[in-house]
C-alpha cells in the first residue's frame, strides 16, 4: 500500500513538473511573437526567443500530443498560444490556394547570396561557377540581386562581372564594393536588370562587417521603380561554432562546451543589435522615396526578428504573397531559416514565388514575378 502511495505521489510530482515546462514553453512561445516589435537595442534578449520560435513552435505542438493523449484540457494551453503567433507561423509555413499564374508580362525577379560563387571551394570552384551560371542563365530573370559577389580582373576565369553580363539578359549592373584587394579583386554587392538604369545609390553601414545596401532607380513600363538590395549583418560563426552545434547530440559536456555556448551567445546578440542598427537606416532611407519599391536581400534574420519586421513595413512578402510550402532559405545546419527575401510595395502584384531545391552555397536562390497594376 505504501508502495502504491509513493508511486502515485512521482506521478503526481512529475506531472506537475511536466505542467510547469509546458507553462514555460507558452510564455516563450508567446515572447517570440513579441520579439519583432521591440528592438534588440531596446531588450536585446527578447531576440532569442524570436529566432528560436520553430523550436518553440515544435516544442508546443509535442505538448498538445502529450496531453491530448492522457486527455487533459491543458493541451488547450499550447492550442490557443499557437494560434495566438500564428501570423509568425504563416511567415516560414504557407499555402495559398488561390496561387495565379505569371505571365509573360510580369518581372521575374532573383535574389542569391551567391557565396561569392564557391570561390573558397578552391579544388572545385571552377565546377561550382558553372553550375551557378547555368542555372541563371535557365532562370534568366529581369532583376537579379546577388550578396557576397565577388569579382576579379584578374585571373579571367573570375571575371564574374563581365561574365554574367555576357550571358544574361539583365544588360545593366550596379555593382558596390566593400573590400578591395590588389586593385582587381573586389568583394561587395551587386544589382543586375535588363531595365534601363537612371540612378544609383547605397546606403554603407556604419559597422566594420562589410555589408552595405545600394538601390537603383529603373525604368519599368514609364514608371521609375527603385530596387533595393541589401545585405545585413552576418552571425559570424566561425568553425568552432559550427563544430560545436554540430555535435549537441554528444553526451559528453565538458568547460569547453560552456565557453562555446558563451560565443555563441555574444555573437548572436552582437548580430541582433548590428542588425536592427542597419535595417532601421534601409527602412529611414525607403521612407523618403517616392517611387515603387522592390526590396531584396539577405537579411540574416528570421521573419520573428525586429529588423524584418522594420523593413517589410508597408510592403508585401513576395513569399507570403505567392509562396507554398516550407520557406526556408538558410541552406545550413539550423533548421527551417528563412533568411532571403523579396519585399515589394502595393504597386505590385506578386502571381508567383518559387525557391530553388538546390544551391552550391549556403543560401537557396529564391524568385518571384511581380505585376506591375495599373494606374
Same mark, same amino acid.
Given at each position: 500500500?505504501?508502495?502504491?502511495?509513493?508511486?502515485?505521489?512521482?506521478?503526481?510530482?512529475?506531472?506537475?513538473?511536466?505542467?510547469?515546462?509546458?507553462?514555460?514553453?507558452?510564455?516563450?512561445?508567446?515572447?517570440?511573437?513579441?520579439?519583432?516589435?521591440?528592438?534588440?537595442?531596446?531588450?536585446?534578449?527578447?531576440?532569442f526567443?524570436?529566432?528560436?520560435?520553430?523550436?518553440?513552435?515544435?516544442?508546443?505542438?509535442?505538448?498538445?500530443?502529450?496531453?491530448?493523449?492522457?486527455?487533459?484540457?491543458?493541451?488547450?494551453?499550447?492550442?490557443?498560444a499557437?494560434?495566438?503567433?500564428?501570423?509568425?507561423?504563416?511567415s516560414?509555413?504557407?499555402?495559398?490556394?488561390?496561387?495565379?499564374?505569371?505571365?509573360?508580362?510580369?518581372?521575374?525577379?532573383?535574389?542569391?547570396?551567391?557565396?561569392?560563387?564557391?570561390?573558397?571551394?578552391w579544388?572545385?570552384?571552377?565546377?561550382?561557377?558553372?553550375?551557378?551560371?547555368?542555372?541563371?542563365?535557365?532562370?534568366?530573370?529581369d532583376?537579379?540581386?546577388?550578396?557576397?559577389?565577388y569579382?576579379?580582373?584578374?585571373?579571367?576565369?573570375?571575371?564574374?562581372?563581365?561574365?554574367?553580363?555576357?550571358f544574361?539578359?539583365?544588360?545593366?549592373?550596379?555593382?558596390?564594393?566593400?573590400?578591395?584587394?590588389?586593385?582587381?579583386?573586389?568583394?561587395?554587392?551587386?544589382?543586375?536588370?535588363?531595365?534601363?538604369?537612371?540612378?544609383?545609390?547605397?546606403?554603407?553601414?556604419?559597422?566594420?562587417?562589410?555589408?552595405?545596401?545600394?538601390?537603383?532607380?529603373?525604368?519599368?513600363?514609364?514608371?521609375?521603380v527603385?530596387?533595393?538590395?541589401?545585405?545585413?549583418?552576418?552571425i559570424?560563426?566561425?568553425?568552432?561554432?559550427?563544430?560545436?552545434?554540430?555535435?549537441l547530440?554528444? &553526451? #559528453?559536456?565538458?568547460?569547453?562546451?560552456?565557453? %562555446?555556448?558563451? /560565443?555563441? +551567445?555574444?555573437?548572436?546578440? @552582437? !548580430?541582433? $543589435?548590428?542588425?536592427?542598427?542597419?535595417?532601421?537606416?534601409?527602412?529611414?532611407?525607403?521612407?523618403?522615396?517616392?517611387?515603387?519599391?522592390?526590396?531584396?536581400?539577405?537579411?540574416?534574420?528570421?521573419?520573428?526578428?525586429?529588423?524584418?519586421?522594420?523593413? &517589410? #513595413?508597408?510592403?508585401?512578402?513576395?513569399?507570403? %504573397?505567392?509562396? /507554398?510550402? +516550407?520557406?526556408?532559405?538558410? @541552406? !545550413?545546419? $539550423?533548421?527551417?531559416?528563412?533568411?532571403?527575401?523579396?519585399?515589394?510595395?502595393?504597386?505590385?502584384?506578386?502571381?508567383?514565388?518559387?525557391?530553388?531545391?538546390?544551391?552550391?552555397?549556403?543560401?537557396?536562390?529564391?524568385?518571384?514575378?511581380?505585376?506591375?497594376?495599373?494606374?
Open positions: 500500500m505504501a508502495q502504491s502511495v509513493n508511486i502515485s505521489k512521482k506521478s503526481s510530482s512529475l506531472k506537475r513538473l511536466v505542467l510547469w515546462l509546458n507553462y514555460f514553453a507558452v510564455i516563450a512561445l508567446l515572447l517570440s511573437f513579441t520579439a519583432k516589435y521591440i528592438s534588440p537595442q531596446t531588450f536585446w534578449p527578447l531576440a526567443f524570436g529566432i528560436s520560435y520553430p523550436i518553440l513552435l515544435l516544442l508546443n505542438i509535442l505538448f498538445i500530443v502529450l496531453w491530448s493523449i492522457q486527455m487533459r484540457w491543458w493541451a488547450l494551453l499550447s492550442g490557443f499557437i494560434i495566438a503567433t500564428l501570423p509568425n507561423l504563416l516560414i509555413v504557407h499555402v495559398n490556394l488561390g496561387k495565379k499564374s505569371s505571365s509573360n508580362n510580369d518581372i521575374k525577379v532573383m535574389d542569391f547570396n551567391c557565396m561569392l560563387f564557391d570561390l573558397y571551394n579544388s572545385h570552384n571552377k565546377q561550382s561557377r558553372k553550375i551557378i551560371f547555368e542555372m541563371l542563365q535557365s532562370e534568366s530573370p532583376i537579379l540581386c546577388l550578396q557576397e559577389f569579382t576579379s580582373e584578374q585571373p579571367k576565369d573570375f571575371h564574374n562581372a563581365d561574365t554574367l553580363v555576357s544574361l539578359r539583365t544588360k545593366n549592373i550596379h555593382a558596390e564594393y566593400t573590400t578591395t584587394l590588389r586593385e582587381f579583386d573586389h568583394w561587395g554587392i551587386a544589382t543586375l536588370t535588363k531595365y534601363p538604369m537612371v540612378r544609383k545609390g547605397k546606403i554603407v553601414f556604419d559597422t566594420k562587417s562589410n555589408n552595405i545596401c545600394i538601390y537603383t532607380d529603373v525604368i519599368i513600363n514609364k514608371d521609375t527603385r530596387i533595393y538590395n541589401t545585405h545585413l549583418a552576418s559570424s560563426f566561425g568553425k568552432k561554432e559550427y563544430k560545436f552545434i554540430d555535435g547530440n554528444n &553526451s #559528453e559536456y565538458n568547460d569547453s562546451n560552456l565557453v %562555446e555556448s558563451k /560565443n555563441i +551567445i555574444k555573437r548572436l546578440k @552582437n !548580430g541582433f $543589435l548590428k542588425r536592427a542598427e542597419e535595417a532601421g537606416m534601409v527602412a529611414a532611407h525607403m521612407k523618403t522615396c517616392r517611387y515603387k519599391i522592390i526590396l531584396c536581400g539577405d537579411f540574416n534574420d528570421t521573419p520573428s526578428s525586429f529588423s524584418y519586421h522594420l523593413l &517589410s #513595413e508597408n510592403l508585401k512578402d513576395a513569399f507570403k %504573397e505567392a509562396g /507554398n510550402g +516550407i520557406g526556408k532559405s538558410y @541552406n !545550413g545546419n $539550423l533548421p527551417l531559416l528563412r533568411i532571403d527575401y523579396i519585399l515589394h510595395s502595393s504597386d505590385f502584384e506578386c502571381n508567383d514565388y518559387k525557391r530553388m531545391a538546390e544551391s552550391l552555397t549556403d543560401h537557396y536562390p529564391i524568385c518571384c514575378y511581380l505585376h506591375l497594376k495599373n494606374k
